[in-house]
C-alpha cells in the first residue's frame, strides 16, 4: 500500500489536481481533476474548508472522524474496502482525523485521511476580502475500478 501526502496553499478558486503537479498513483498513473478544495465561509465567516466534485456529482463520503492522530491513522490503514453506501456532494466541514472515501468521474475510489486544516480571510481594502487555505492530507487511490484498497 503507497499513500502520499499532498501540501499546498489553495485560495477562493479552489485546489485543481488538473492543473497542480502531477501526483503519481501506485501504478504510475496520474490523477488530475478528482475535486476542489475550498474554503467555506458562513455569514462571512471563515469556518474552514471543504471538497467538492468539480460538477456536484455525489462523491464524498465521511468514513472516520477519529479523536486523535493514531486511531485516524489507523482507521486508514486498515481500510481495504470501499463501502457500497449513499455519497453526498460536498466533504464539509474538514477537519482533521477524519478519513473521507471518494468516488472519482470513473467509478475509481480513494481514500484520504485529512492531517491539517487551516483556513482564514485577509481584508486588503475595505471592498476586499480575499481567503485562502491550507489542507495536508493522506491518501490513497484505486486505479483499478475496485472497491478495495
Known amino acids: 500500500m503507497k499513500s502520499f501526502i499532498l501540501r499546498g496553499m489553495i485560495s477562493e478558486q479552489g485546489f485543481y489536481l488538473k492543473r497542480a503537479p502531477t501526483l503519481p498513483s501506485q501504478n504510475g498513473q496520474t490523477l488530475n481533476r478528482i475535486f476542489f478544495v475550498?474554503?467555506?465561509?458562513?455569514?462571512?465567516?471563515?469556518?474552514?474548508?471543504?471538497?467538492?466534485?468539480?460538477?456536484?456529482?455525489?462523491?464524498?463520503?465521511?468514513?472516520?472522524?477519529?479523536?486523535?492522530?493514531?486511531?485516524?491513522?489507523?482507521?486508514f490503514d486498515t481500510l481495504l474496502f470501499f463501502p457500497d453506501t449513499t455519497l453526498t456532494e460536498l466533504a464539509l466541514p474538514l477537519r482533521e482525523n477524519q478519513v473521507w472515501g471518494i468516488k472519482t468521474k470513473n467509478d475509481h475510489f480513494a481514500k484520504i485521511l485529512i492531517q491539517e486544516v487551516w483556513a482564514t480571510s485577509d481584508t486588503l481594502s475595505s471592498n476586499l476580502i480575499t481567503y485562502s487555505g491550507s489542507l495536508t492530507m493522506r491518501w490513497e487511490y484505486q486505479p483499478d475500478g475496485s472497491r478495495e484498497f
Open 38 to 75: 475550498l474554503v467555506h465561509i458562513s455569514e462571512s465567516k471563515v469556518e474552514g474548508l471543504y471538497l467538492a466534485e468539480p460538477d456536484l456529482e455525489p462523491s464524498f463520503i465521511l468514513l472516520s472522524d477519529a479523536n486523535d492522530v493514531d486511531s485516524a491513522n489507523t482507521y
